[in-house]
C-alpha cells in the first residue's frame, strides 16, 4: 500500500525554489570542473564522503533536537552541530581551491530515519527535501543503503530520477536478482562509473550494498544482493571485473562505495586487492584522528598481490565517518604529473560539523533550509509525553538498557489491545535509533527513535523454539556491532558461552540458553508462546530468525512502531517502568566471525 503524508505547504513552497535552487547548484558544479588546470608535479585529488544521513539534514542539539538554522550556526556552535550549511560550505571551499579535482560520494541511507523523512519526503509534492539537498550539494554518486527502499519501489524510483536527471550517478556492482516489485530496478544502476579529474587520471569506481538488502528493507523484496570480499570464493567475480573494466578504461586507481559494515569492509583490502580506497558505512562507525590516534583516517590497510613468482606489499585506505551528517569523510589523494597513484600519501581526516560559519549564511540557501525546518517543526514540536529519566541509547547496543525495555514495554501495552494472547513483544537493537532525555518528548523526537515502517507479525512458537530464538541473539551480539541483540518487553534473556578449540586450532563457541528472568518465559508452565516481532526479525533479518522459517503468522499488526508508540504514550503517562528485572541486564556475548556451535 503506497504511503504519503497528508499535503502541507511546504511542496508548492519548494516548487518555487527548485528552479533557483538548481541554477545555484549548477552554477557552483560548472566552477568547480571548469577552467581545468595543468599542474606541476604531484596532483591532489579530493574525495568528500558521506554515509547514514538518515535524513538529518537540519542542525541538532545535544539531546537529538532541532535547533534554529541561523543563531547556532553562528553565536552558539558549541549547543549545535552537524546541518548541510555547514557541509556545503567546507565543500564547496575546498572546491574553488581545487577545480576540477575533487569528487562527492554517498554511500547508503540517505533518506529514512528522520523526521524530516517522515513528514516531507513521502509527500507527493513537486520536489523532496532530501533530494534536493543531494542535489544542491553536487554529489557525484552514491550507492543504496538498507533503507532507501524502505516506502517502495515506486516512491524511491522518483527520488532515482530526479538524482539521475541531475547528473549524479546511481552505483550497484554487486546485484544478483530483481524479481518482484524490484523488478523495475532493473537497469536503473550502473555497476561501475570512471571519473575524469585532474590531469590524466581516471578514477574507477564499484559500489557494494548490503547483501541482506531484501530483509533489512521490507518493501525491497526482490532485490538480492550478491555477499562479496569476505572470502577467497565470493570475491573471484567481482576482482576479475575490477580487473577487466580497469583494463578497459585505462584508470589509475579504484574505489569502492561500501554500504556492508565495518567488519565487512575491513576484510575488502584481503580478498579483494584491486580496490585502493574503501568508503564505508552501515555500522555508523567514525574514525577521527586526534591527539591519541592521529593517523586512524584514513585507516590504513596492506594488502598483499600476487606478481607471477614474486609478491608486492600495497597499501590500501579505509574512511567511516559515523551518521547524521555530524561529520564529513575527506580524504586527499596523490598523483604524480602523469595521473600514477601515489598511496603512501593518502591523507585526510573527518571534518566534524560544528562551530561557526566562516561566511554569512547564504541567502538562498538559507531560505531553503529554513523553508524546510519551517514546516517539519509544525508537527515535530508537538508534546507527546514527559519523560521524568534519561535513557540512553549506548547501553542498548552493549546488552540491556532502560530505553529498550521502556519502548518495548509501551509497545506490547498497544499490541495487548490488539491479541490479548500475546506474551511478550521483541525488538532487535537496530530497531531503536536514538535516545530519550528526562522533560517533553516530542513527536519528532519520537519517530527519530523508531523510525522504520516495520509491521508486527505475532507468530507461536514451542519453548524449544523460543528457546533457540533467544540462543541466536545472544550469538549474534556483536557480530553486527551489537546491533543483533534482542530486546523484550518482559524479562531479560541471560545465557553461557563456552569457548573451545578445535583439531586445528580454531575457536569455536558454543552458547546455552539458561533463562529468561521473569515473565512469562522463567515459570510458565505453558509449552507454546505467543511473540510479536518485527517483520525485519520475522524474515531473517540480522540473522536471528531462523525460528520462523515455514512459520505462518497468526496476525500481522500493520501499524509501525512509532505510530504503535506514539498511542501508547499518549494512553500512558510516560513514566518508565521499573523493571522486574532489577539491574540484571542481557549479557553481550562477542564471538569469533565463524564456527558457531548452538546446543
Not at 547556532?72 to 558549541?78: F, G
Not at 519501489?153 to 524479481?179: C, M, P, W, Y
Request: proline share 5%; aromatic share 8%; hydrophobic share 35%.
Amino acid at each position: 500500500m503506497k504511503r504519503t503524508a497528508p499535503r502541507t505547504g511546504f511542496g508548492p513552497l519548494f516548487g518555487l525554489m527548485l528552479p533557483l535552487l538548481a541554477s545555484t547548484a549548477a552554477s557552483c558544479h560548472l566552477m568547480v570542473r571548469s577552467d581545468l588546470q595543468s599542474t606541476q608535479g604531484n596532483q591532489k585529488v579530493h574525495i568528500f564522503h558521506t554515509s547514514d544521513i538518515h535524513g538529518s539534514i537540519l542542525p541538532k542539539d545535544t539531546q537529538g533536537n532541532y535547533c534554529s538554522n541561523s543563531e547556532p550556526l553562528q553565536d552558539h556552535p558549541e549547543d549545535c552541530a552537524g546541518g548541510g550549511e555547514r557541509l556545503l560550505e567546507y565543500v564547496e571551499g575546498v572546491r574553488r581551491e581545487n577545480p576540477k579535482r575533487s569528487l562527492f560520494f554517498d554511500t547508503g541511507d540517505l533518506f529514512q530515519g528522520d523526521s524530516i523523512y517522515t513528514l516531507l519526503q513521502r509527500m507527493e509534492s513537486a520536489s523532496f527535501p532530501l533530494t534536493d539537498f543531494v542535489k544542491l550539494a553536487g554529489y557525484d554518486a552514491f550507492t543504496l543503503g538498507n533503507h532507501e527502499l524502505d516506502d517502495g519501489v515506486s516512491l524511491f524510483e522518483r527520488h532515482l530520477t530526479e538524482l539521475q536527471q541531475a547528473g549524479i550517478k546511481a552505483l550497484l556492482t554487486n546485484t544478483d536478482r530483481f524479481e518482484g516489485e524490484a523488478t523495475s530496478l532493473r537497469g536503473r544502476f550502473l555497476d561501475h562509473a570512471v571519473f575524469k579529474v585532474g590531469q590524466n587520471i581516471r578514477i574507477l569506481v564499484v559500489a557494494l550494498g548490503t547483501p541482506q538488502n531484501g530483509l533489512y528493507s521490507k518493501n525491497g523484496r526482490g532485490l538480492t544482493l550478491k555477499e562479496v570480499c569476505t572470502s577467497e570464493r565470493n570475491s573471484k567475480t567481482l576482482r576479475k571485473f575490477i580487473q577487466k573494466k580497469t583494463a578497459e578504461r585505462s584508470t589509475n586507481m579504484t574505489i569502492a562505495l561500501s554500504h556492508l559494515g565495518l567488519k565487512p569492509d575491513r576484510k575488502i583490502p584481503h580478498f579483494c586487492p584491486e580496490i585502493d580506497l574503501v568508503l564505508g558505512g552501515h555500522s555508523h562507525s567514525l574514525f577521527e584522528n586526534d591527539a591519541a590516534h592521529p593517523n586512524r583516517y584514513p585507516e590504513q590497510h596492506t594488502r598483499t598481490e600476487l606478481e607471477g613468482t614474486t609478491t608486492k606489499s600495497r597499501l590500501a585506505y579505509l574512511s567511516h565517518t559515523g551518521m547524521e551528517l555530524k561529520h564529513l569523510g575527506h580524504v586527499i589523494l596523490t598523483f604524480d604529473s602523469k595521473g600514477n597513484y601515489i598511496p603512501n600519501a593518502t591523507r585526510g581526516n573527518t571534518v566534524p560539523l560544528k562551530g561557526p560559519l566562516k561566511q554569512p549564511r547564504n541567502p538562498q540557501r538559507a531560505r531553503f533550509f529554513d523553508a524546510i525546518q519551517e514546516e517539519v517543526l509544525k508537527a515535530s514540536n508537538t508534546k507527546v509525553a514527559e519523560i521524568t529519566e534519561d535513557m540512553p541509547l549506548t547501553p542498548c547496543r552493549e546488552g540491556g538498557c532502560k530505553l529498550a525495555r521502556f519502548v518495548t514495554q509501551k509497545l506490547h501495552s498497544e499490541i495487548l489491545k490488539l491479541d490479548p494472547q500475546v506474551d511478550f513483544t521483541a525488538m532487535v537493537s537496530g530497531d531503536i535509533r536514538t535516545d530519550i532525555f528526562s522533560g517533553d518528548l516530542t513527536f519528532g523526537k519520537l519517530v527519530s527513535v523508531v523510525p522504520f515502517l516495520n509491521d508486527f507479525v505475532i507468530v507461536e512458537l514451542s519453548r524449544a523454539e523460543v528457546e533457540n530464538l533467544f540462543i541466536d541473539s545472544l550469538s549474534k551480539a556483536g557480530s553486527h556491532e551489537g546491533k543483533a541483540l534482542l530486546h523484550l518487553s518482559s524479562g531479560t534473556v541471560v545465557g553461557e558461552k563456552t569457548e573451545l578449540i578445535d583439531s586445528q586450532g580454531n575457536s569455536i563457541s558454543q552458547f546455552r540458553f539458561v533463562s529468561l528472568m521473569g515473565p512469562p518465559f522463567e515459570k510458565a508452565s505453558k509449552s507454546t508462546f505467543r511473540i510479536a516481532v518485527t517483520d525485519y526479525v520475522f524474515e531473517g533479518g540480522d540473522g536471528i530468525g531462523r525460528v520462523f522459517q515455514n512459520k505462518t503468522p497468526l496476525a500481522i499488526v500493520p501499524h509501525s512502531p512509532w505510530r504503535l508508540f506514539k498511542k501508547a504514550l499518549e494512553h500512558n503517562k510516560a513514566r518508565p517502568q521499573r523493571s522486574v528485572l532489577g539491574n540484571t541486564f542481557e549479557m553481550r556475548i562477542s564471538p569469533p566471525d565463524r564456527n558457531f556451535h548452538f546446543q
